[in-house]
């Protein structure tokens, strides 16, 4: 474990602060080549109470994509391939849509294939998945857009194991990792026996760990998923550093960006911090991996993740307000709770009423009151809105069921009435109207409740959840000054749009804080007679609202 310097103590007060309100994983933060953090918050295993370290090993996700890059960069340098290559050199029979597809293409998701080819640990064997992925239908003519595909990196790690004659790994390991000093990557080469591996976390549930999993799937084999460990990623950006694995001309091509800031394996980004070079990537297991590196501000980020947060992946919540704190910037921190919970949480769980027949749900979960309401009174107060706010929330529910109402009817007149800048703006929301048509042909909706926007500042989204023939999805409205201003769909793992997580700081109060809005909310206890028993029976929030404990 390290922990030093300025730099490294403010991350470190920020990261241990939020663990208890839902962050678990582990961080490695370099300034100058220095590592100044490098720590575990939370558990990698809660059946066992076993602690993320900062040896614990975690899931990469997509950011394995840059190994699978740098292999094809290694042949490359060895004369074996060229990144402008047809795919057709390598795969006989190859369909005429795609005869034109090359490596290029395929390292920078211009090649127009589709993005999955099946689940991520289900048996697939090489051939039938590249022949799977040869005979799908193009999204688009080669080097014409731009379409993340999982399928292109599977079709690359094919080739690195026909082009090297050595498995994807095994080449892996030989070519990259070893000299790199990298002895915690891969898939199953590294000995994991002696090493933590951390469980993965999806609300309640728990998935095991990938070693648990079938291997190998080659629906998942070059995209994602490698595992490895913070120091070991550190290795690989300091060998990045050098020319003695990859040459500078390899590395030119991978940090060059194509379409939509992609490169080799790498998202290339201008910032306001200077330019960074980064990947990310997670699984709805509940894993998540950041891998950023700010080349002229000379700092290296590397997180994982072993839990989602609330159906949202983890480690998408925290890169903005990592990022503030890393530069300088302040992030609204949770308080810093005592050393031993001066309330139990047991003691707290329970439905709360309030007096305008909103109802609160609290529930023990994960060594946290986990605070959430499913209609918009309960909400209200979740937020701590005051009459103001609460009346603008409330009217933003109104005028969502309206319209939402009248397009599942037929009417999207008062959906395109609603926005901000019609003439705009219609396009694209009828578009995603349609979407929505095309692929559940909804039959009935539920306005699930409005929360501040996690896409823009002073603005509100309404969650209007729509079922049909297949899964349900979300409608999202994003409002500002009582007009419509943008709308997206989305998925949601259950019909909760906002959990408060929260925990003890006295006998006689509690605070929630979320992390994706960096909003700390106070509660006093109420218990029978004033008395410092366990008999409570109401919450009251900072609005002085009280919530009677049924």
């Not at 290559?85 to 029979?93: E, N, V, Y």
């Not at 194509?258 to 998202?267: A, F, H, L, N």
């Not at 603005?459 to 009582?482: H, K, N, P």
């Amino acid at each position: 474990m390290i922990v030093q310097d300025e730099l490294g103590q403010r991350l470190d007060e920020y990261l241990s602060r939020i663990t208890p309100f839902g962050f678990a994983g582990a961080a490695l933060l370099s300034q100058d080549g220095k590592i100044v953090l490098n720590k575990g918050y939370g558990l990698a295993n809660r059946a066992q109470n076993v602690p993320n370290s900062a040896q614990t090993v975690f899931s990469l996700g997509s950011v394995t994509k840059q190994f699978t890059a740098a292999a094809i960069m290694k042949l490359e340098m060895q004369g074996k391939l060229n990144s402008s290559d047809p795919i057709h050199k390598f795969f006989p029979g190859v369909p005429t849509d795609k005869a034109a597809i090359t490596l290029h293409h395929l390292l920078t998701h211009t090649a127009g294939l589709l993005n999955y080819t099946g689940e991520d640990y289900e048996m697939a064997d090489k051939e039938e998945t590249v022949l799977k992925i040869l005979e799908s239908e193009l999204l688009f003519p080669p080097g014409g857009d731009y379409d993340y595909s999982n399928a292109g990196y599977t079709l690359l790690a094919a080739i690195v194991e026909q082009v090297a004659q050595r498995p994807y790994e095994q080449f892996l390991q030989e070519e990259l990792f070893t000299p790199a000093g990298m002895l915690h990557t891969g898939y199953r080469l590294p000995n994991w026996s002696e090493m933590n591996v951390a469980h993965w976390y999806n609300g309640r549930n728990e998935f095991g760990t990938p070693l648990e999993k079938a291997y190998p799937s080659w629906n998942l084999l070059g995209n994602g998923d490698m595992l490895s460990t913070t120091e070991d990623m550190f290795r690989w950006h300091i060998a990045l550093q050098g020319d003695g694995i990859l040459s500078a001309k390899a590395k030119q091509k991978m940090y060059t960006p194509e379409q939509r800031e992609y490169g080799y394996g790498w998202r290339i980004l201008e910032t306001e911090n200077g330019r960074c070079i980064q990947h990310n990537g997670a699984s709805s297991y509940g894993s998540s991996a950041l891998f950023r590196r700010w080349v002229d501000a000379g700092v290296t980020l590397m997180l994982f993740c072993n839990t989602d947060y609330h159906g949202d992946v983890l480690i998408m919540t925290l890169q903005d307000p990592l990022e503030a704190l890393i530069f300088g910037d302040e992030v609204p921190s949770p308080p810093k709770l005592p050393a031993s919970p001066p309330v139990s949480l047991a003691a707290l769980a329970g439905d709360y009423q309030l007096p305008d027949g909103g109802l609160v749900q609290a529930a023990v979960q994960n060594d946290a009151l986990q605070l959430t309401s499913a209609n918009q009174a309960g909400l209200n107060w979740l937020l701590g809105l005051d009459a103001v706010e609460t009346a603008i929330y409330n009217q933003t529910f109104s005028q969502t069921e309206e319209i939402m109402t009248a397009a599942l009817a037929g009417d999207t007149e008062p959906l395109l009435a609603s926005l901000n800048d019609r003439g705009r703006r219609t396009p694209g929301v009828l578009r995603t109207w349609e979407t929505l048509g095309q692929a559940i042909q909804p039959t009935e909706m539920t306005v699930l409740g409005v929360r501040p926007s996690l896409y823009l500042p002073d603005a509100y989204e309404a969650m209007t959840q729509f079922s049909g023939s297949a899964e349900s999805l979300c409608f999202v409205t994003i409002w500002r000054d009582g007009q419509n201003v943008g709308v997206l769909l989305t998925e949601l793992a259950n019909k909760t749009i906002f959990t408060a997580v929260a925990q003890p700081l006295t006998p006689d109060s509690l605070a929630s804080y979320h992390l994706a809005y960096a909003q700390t909310h106070p509660f006093q206890i109420l218990r029978e007679d004033d008395t410092l028993g366990d008999k409570i029976t109401g919450l009251i929030s900072e609005q002085n609202i009280l919530a009677q404990r049924q």
